[in-house]
């Protein structure tokens, strides 16, 4: 819808009701607006002067959405309706002094005015209005073209990177893989900011966080006996601290499903993303034998994830709490809004 102050009736009513139409009609609304309003107003005072006070407003609503043809419709009417009433013979609307051919000529070149004012102001408006569309699709195409450029960038990395895990075995492989799924949580975060369903900048988790998992599931077989669920309120989070929440769900789901179920014949991963009051809640779990040290510092005992995971947590500025245990490990990170 647009806005109020770039509505155009004749244009928004076309082709269903001609432009001349709409134009004559929207100018006969506003003079009976104003005359109604002048008729309330007279049997509240008990009648008065100034019987064209009315006109002015209402030529200026009528020339604004009904460009200049409305507007002088509005001042014909208007203009010659007072004069009835305020010249011998008098009517209803009488003033207390008569109003002579010559002041009425002066009120139409004051109406030429008023009208030729607003009809330069609506011009402006319009042409303002077409030059920020005007900008607007330039960005739109040019956002396009680096999604486009982004998508095949992203999609040669991860081609190099599966090339070369194909070729390898052991930690290098690992290593080559867990390279290949951060890039793809990346590139997912980029493909949910430009699909269009975020506010600028902003990504939708639930269907975010839903991809991500789906490939994570695919990516790690799991399947039979291991399961990955996922579920996310209908929350925008920033682009910047969605791609870091999901690097950070990439490596707790990842770390979990290599070794949180060693010696066991299946479980159950779990990721939630919900809003609390000030904020968001991220919760990774598991029913596994437990990780006492994913989240230990950093050191030379200590895999890559584990030691990227307190630094994506404070680029998405959260803070990280885990609770380990023979029954399985949960990860909850509180974020701010």
Wanted: glycine share 12%; aromatic share 6%; hydrophobic share 45%.
């Amino acid at each position: 819808m647009p806005r109020l102050g770039e509505l155009d009736l004749p244009n928004r009513l076309a082709p269903a009701i001609p432009r001349g139409a709409t134009q004559f009609g929207f100018g006969v609304l506003c003079s009976s607006s104003a005359i109604l309003v002048r008729t309330v107003l007279d049997g509240v005072t008990a009648g008065g002067g100034a019987p064209f006070a009315l006109c002015f407003p209402a030529m200026m609503l009528a020339t604004l959405f009904g460009r200049w043809q409305a507007g002088a419709v509005t001042a014909v009417l208007g203009i010659g309706y007072g004069w009835y009433y305020s010249v011998p013979p008098t009517g209803p609307f009488s003033a207390a002094s008569t109003v002579t051919p010559l002041t009425v000529a002066f009120i139409a070149v004051a109406a030429i005015a008023t009208i030729a004012i607003a009809e330069l102001f609506r011009r402006s408006v319009r042409r303002a209005t077409a030059e920020r569309d005007r900008q607007i699709a330039d960005r739109d195409l040019l956002l396009q073209e680096i999604d486009h450029r982004m998508k095949n960038n992203f999609a040669i990395v991860a081609s190099i990177l599966d090339i070369h895990r194909r070729r390898v075995s052991g930690e290098a492989a690992d290593a080559l893989g867990s390279a290949l799924y951060r890039v793809e949580s990346i590139a997912r975060a980029h493909r949910h900011l430009y699909r269009g369903t975020g506010q600028g900048d902003a990504v939708q988790m639930r269907a975010y966080l839903g991809d991500l998992c789906a490939a994570l599931a695919d990516a790690l077989l799991l399947r039979g006996g291991v399961t990955l669920a996922c579920s996310a309120d209908e929350v925008e989070v920033p682009r910047d601290r969605a791609v870091s929440i999901g690097l950070i769900v990439n490596e707790l789901v990842t770390n979990a499903a290599k070794h949180a179920f060693t010696g066991r014949a299946g479980g159950t991963i779990t990721v939630g993303f919900r809003r609390r009051p000030g904020g968001w809640t991220l919760i990774v779990s598991d029913d596994g034998v437990g990780m006492p040290a994913m989240l230990a510092p950093a050191g030379p005992d200590h895999g890559l994830g584990s030691r990227l995971i307190p630094a994506f947590a404070r680029q998405a500025g959260g803070t990280i709490a885990t609770d380990t245990g023979p029954e399985g490990t949960t990860v909850t990170m509180d974020l701010p809004a």
